[in-house]
Structures are given as C-alpha cells and as structure tokens.
C-alpha cells in the first residue's frame, strides 16, 4: 500500500449519524456586562456617558421642580406667585381655570360640551374598524355614517340637513351603480351630478321635515369652534379626505390620458409650490371676494378645503412613490389575468404601493395636524389662538407662556405620537415578504 | 456541416402521449403581424397559425422579440399592423374584447409576479372570484385542486415570499389554471430558477401537455422542446425564420443562424 493512498483514506469521510441540533450558547448576561459593554466600552465612551449623565440631571433638576412643585389653585398669575413665594413652580392654575376654553374656544355653549366630547369618542369606535383589521367588521355602517354624526353633534342645527346629506351620497352611489356598467366616467359624473340635483331639491324640503319632525339640537355656528376641538377637527377632516383626493391624484399623474395627466401634474405642482399660510389667507379673505355676498360659504369650510388640497398634494406625491417603486410585472400580472383597471388597482397595485406609503403618509398626516395650528393666523382660535389671544390676554394670565405652549406642546405630542406608533405597529402587520 | 449536439431527454419523466393532439382548429391566428417600439421595429410580418393542442417552443437569441411576440397574443404589448385572432376574437383596440382574451389566455412570466400581499390560496382565487365571478367557496376549491395538481396543496396560506422559486412558478402556474384557460403562454418560465428547481417546473409543464393544454413557450430548454413541442420555432431579429417539427428542427435545421444558435445553446 503506497502513502498516498493511506492518506487518501485517511481523508475520506462519509458521515454516520447526524448532528442533532444544539441550542446556541448563552452570552454572558446581566446588567453589569450590558452597562460594561454599552457605556463604558472605553476611555472615550466613559468619558461621553458621565457627560451625558450630567446634562439629563441638569435638564431635570431644572424642570422637575418646576413642574411637581406647580401651582393647581390659582385664579390668576399673580396668585399663583403669591402662593409660591418666591419658590419655583409652574402656574398650572391657568390650565384648570381656562380647562373648557382650551379644549373649546371661548364661544362655545357650555351646556353642549357633552356634544362634541361624545362625538370625539364616537371617532374612535368608527376608526376602529378601518384602523385595525381584526376589529368587528360590523362597525362599519356606523363608520359611514359618522361623519353625518359627528357634523350633528358638533354644528347641530335640524338632524335632517346631515341626514339629507348622506342621503346625496347614497342617491350618487345608486346612480354610479347604475351607470358604471356603461364606463366608468359615464357612472363618476352621473353620480356627482345626481347628488347636487338630489341636494339642491332636498335644500326645499328640509324646513318642512324639520317642521314635521323636530328633531334639532341647539345649533352652533362655525365661528364659536374654537380650541384644541378646532384642531382635531380640521385634523381628522382633513386627513380623511386628502387620502382619497391625493390616491386619486397619484393615479391620475400616472394616467395615460393626457388631460387628466396634466391637470394632476399642474394641481400638484402648484400646491406644492405654495406655503400653506398664503393658502389660509386665500380661504380667508380672497375666497370672499369671488363668494356671492352674505354667502354662508362658512370659514372653516373653506380652511378645510385650502388644508385639504395642500396635504393632498403632498399625498399624491408619496403615494406616486409607492406605486413607482411596484415592479412592472405587477401590473401585468394583473392585467394577464384579465382583471380590469379599477380591479387591479383596487385589489392588486394599491394594497402594495401603500403599504410602502405608510410612512410617508403618516408623516404628512403628522404635519397637517400640527399645521392646523396655523389658523391662529387667519383670526381663528384653535388651541394654539386661544392662548395667543383670550388666554394670554386676559389681565389674570398674562404672561403664563410656558405652562400653556408646554401643555399645547404635550397635547400635540401624545396625538402625533400615537399616529406614530399605530403606523409602526400596521407596518409590522403588512409585513409579508418576511413573516 | 457542423455537428449539432442533440438535446438529451432522457433524464425527463417520460411522458403519456394519449391526450396530445393537435386538433385542425385554430386557437391563434397571426397574419402579417407588426410591432414597432417607437422607431425600432421589433417584430416584421409574424404569420403564425396555432392550433388547438399545440405544443409550440419558441426559440432563439436574446432580443430577438420572443417575449414580444407572446406578449402581443394577450395584448400585454399592442401591435401596429396586421392581424391576431385568439379563440375566434379577433385583438383591437376594444378594452372588452381584450379582457375577454385574456382571461381565455394563461400567461407565466419569467419572474413568476405572483402579487406578494396576498397568500397562494389568494392569488389563485382573486382573477376567478373578481373575473368570473365565481363564489368564493367554489374558487377555493379550484386553487386547492390545482395547488395539489402542481404538488404545493400545503403552502397555500403561506405568503409568496416564503415560497422557494420552483414552488413560486409552480403556483403561478397554478394560478393561471385557476382560469380554465384555453391556452397558456410561457415566457422563459426557468430561466430565473436554480438548477435544482427547473426539473419540478418543466415536470409541471409536461404534465400540462399530457392533458392536452395548447401551450407557446418560450424557452431555452431544448430537451422539453424536443420531449414535448410538436413544433420548434427560431426566431431571430424580430422574424420567424424557420419552424419544424422537433425532430428535423434538431436534426437537420435548414437556416446558418439557427445552426449557429442550436451550437451555441446546445454545445458547451
Ligand atoms: N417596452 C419596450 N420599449 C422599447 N424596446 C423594447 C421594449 N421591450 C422590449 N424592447 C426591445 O425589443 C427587443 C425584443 O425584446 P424581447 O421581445 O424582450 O426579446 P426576447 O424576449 O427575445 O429576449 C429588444 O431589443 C428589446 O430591447
Ligand atoms: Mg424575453
């Protein structure tokens, strides 16, 4: 037997038995190690640790004080210092006397708080079905008619003008129903047209149902919302109808008709091209001038719709991203198995590309909520004008900023926050490529 | 001459030849076909005739309008000129008669595009339940049929991502079925696949054949072409430029380019 052939055996191997599978080996645990290997991995690293330590205890012990040691029971500023003496502490009193007026402007009827209060938590039983899949999907005619609702409660007046209304949009739908097997543009204008025929007729009829069937509430008009209710207001109204307006806008720049093309293009551009607060003034004072006189074309109407076309813009333009970054075998695939367009968008294109839109989506729903801060400008007194003008005005709180901008600040923060952390918590649920 | 290699077959199944007949009925007819992707003219004068039973395998050298052409047939791309009649409709610019063909024609793409949101089960049943309106009831147990025709039945709630590429064609594949489609189209349905994986992909095809589906494929694998095609195309520079039964394509090919192709693709 030669030696390489000894060594050719010796290098041959044909496994026997299988290595069963092991768990991975425990690291070294315990908080001693994590600290050891987080913050003081080094000279350089120790030395940023203490110095970081140093400034949250500075920033703390600036502010923690001043908070805890605030002052609840005041009836004005100069209270509050007189009861603290000399020491720090926040004057909180302002927020628990001024506590309706934030929330609700000044103007609104105190008796009808309950009005808006319960429609706030109306929206959240509407929302569920829509933000989370698993909720009961039997809540959702209720989701349809919230908006209905929500405008009853909060504007109040005779139930029949919201119920009138929803019956336009119902009347439009019958109409699309019927039309759409024809095309689809034949059914999308035949409806809007059905609708404003159906609405400008039932303006004649519903003094007389109200006369038969009086079911009013105390009616509220427009220019007594005020407060933080503003706010939320303009933010769910305008979220809610620039997503649809601005998919539909992303869609029709992609179009391969021209007209349509380039209006979206020209709309987006434009609004794009345009600070939101020339907008508010536009809706505030030229909008005016083109409005018959004495007409109850109401301000926050036209704000809503100025928000509304510029958070659309921008819509339009993250959700064009989503559908760009689609592979194109999608659309074929779609089309290969005979499914029309509105189907395949609806069933195959969109679920996708907004999937990828969520966080872009979120960001601009983010930033319009903060936005609606921005009517304070335009002599409207959501949260952020009540404490610029009544609040901050009056001769009891004059001068209390930071406890009013910090609990502003605070309220904005937690709504803004929890957009956040739901879009966070759809993404990880849409995430299918990985589960 | 130059030697051609042959395709080696023998290491497919073999293959049941009873249902596979080519009836004289037309299934495609292509008469004096043009394309021009704006000044480049793709495809010149296609006439091609597809009949019922068919098994046709498209070949030949990259960008040489291959996936055009079956493209046209489903009316993915438009054709300028001429004429395609698949199944007795006749292709024009009427979105209903283009809907109509497609949901009659089965197509399998290269990269499988099966939709990534939506499970196996789901993206087998969508074209049926929204195309066909079939009962959803009804639509699952079609996918469940053929996802067990083409061997994934337990795959069919797990997402596409989770698949591997073979059992992502094979669902594909699936998929079109679920339509009852009268004819299938296959644009290089392996050639984005692991070695591995082809066979259970072709095995699914051949199988296909057996039952007597009229199938265009598009391909490179010339030991499918010659086990199952009744017909081998070479195309080249937008033309059919020559077209014979398997045996004679393979044995004795008439054109310099398809011998050179046939060398090239065969010899290594
Ligand atoms: N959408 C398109 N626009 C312009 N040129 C295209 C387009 N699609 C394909 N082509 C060109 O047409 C030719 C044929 O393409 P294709 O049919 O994909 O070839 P094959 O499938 O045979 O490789 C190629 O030169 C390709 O670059
Ligand atoms: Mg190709």
Redesign the interface.
Known sequence: MSDTHAQAAQLAFVRTETIPPAPPPVAEAGIVKWLRENLFSSVGNTLLTLVSLWAIWWVLSATMPWIFNGVWNADSLRECREILDGATGACWAVIRERWTQLLFGVTYPADSYWRPTLAFVLLFVALAPVLFPKAPRNLLPFTAIYPFLAYFLVWGGSVWVPVMAAAGFVVGYLVFQRLVAQSFAMGFFGAIAAALVFWSLSGLVTPTLTAIAPVTLEAVPSRDMGGFMLNLILGTVCVSLSLPIGIALALGRQSDMPIIKWICVIFIEFIRGVPLITLLFVANVVLAYFLPPNSTFDLILRVIIMITMFASAYIAEVVRGGLAAL?K??Y?????????YP?AMR??IL??AL?ISIPGIVNVAVGLFKDTTLVSVIAMFDLVGMIRGPILASTEWNGVYWELFGFAAALFFVVCYGISQYSQWLERQ?Q???? | MTEIPQPHPENLTPIDRSHMQVSDEEAIEIVGMNKWFGQFHVLRDIDLTVYRGERIVICGPSGSGKSTLIRCI?A?EEHQKGKIVVDGTELSSN?RNI??I??E???V?Q?F?????LTILENCT??PI??RKTPKKEAEETAMHFLTKVKIPEQAHK?P??LSGGQQQRVAIA??LC?RPKIMLFDEPTSALDPEMIKEVLDTMIELAEEGMTMLVVTHEMGFARQVANRVIFMDQGQIVEQNEPEAFFGNPQNERTKLFLSQILGH
Do not use: C
């Open positions: 592979p075998g999608q074929e695939a779609a089309a290969a198995l005979g499914l029309d189907q069933l195959i679920p996708q999937k849409l299918t490529e990985r589960r | 489903n993915l979105l809907d109509t497609r949901s024609v089965g197509m793409f990269h595009n099966l939709f990534p949101h969508l074209a929204w195309v997402y991502g989770q998929r079109s339509m």
